[in-house]
């Protein structure tokens, strides 16, 4: 399935964070909108190093 998400992990850390900043209040939304499984973000980027932050809601 085609969610609109970069499969690089960089280039969809940049793009979730910025989806988060401008057009979400949870990640939760942000999956549901885009028709993408929440453990599957976070684990795809968590390989680099980067694990979510409810406070900023961004990954760090």
């Keep these: ?14 793009v979730v964070n910025t989806k988060m900043r401008d057009y979400y209040h949870t990640l939760d939304d942000l ?18 190093g980067y694990e979510y ?3 900023t809601r961004q990954f760090v």
């Design 31 to 48: 999956c549901e909108d885009m028709g993408v499984e929440k453990e599957e973000i976070i684990n795809k980027l968590r390989e680099i």
């Design 53 to 55: 932050d409810e406070g």
């Design 1 to 14: 399935m085609e969610t609109g998400l970069p499969k690089d992990p960089v280039m969809m850390r940049s």
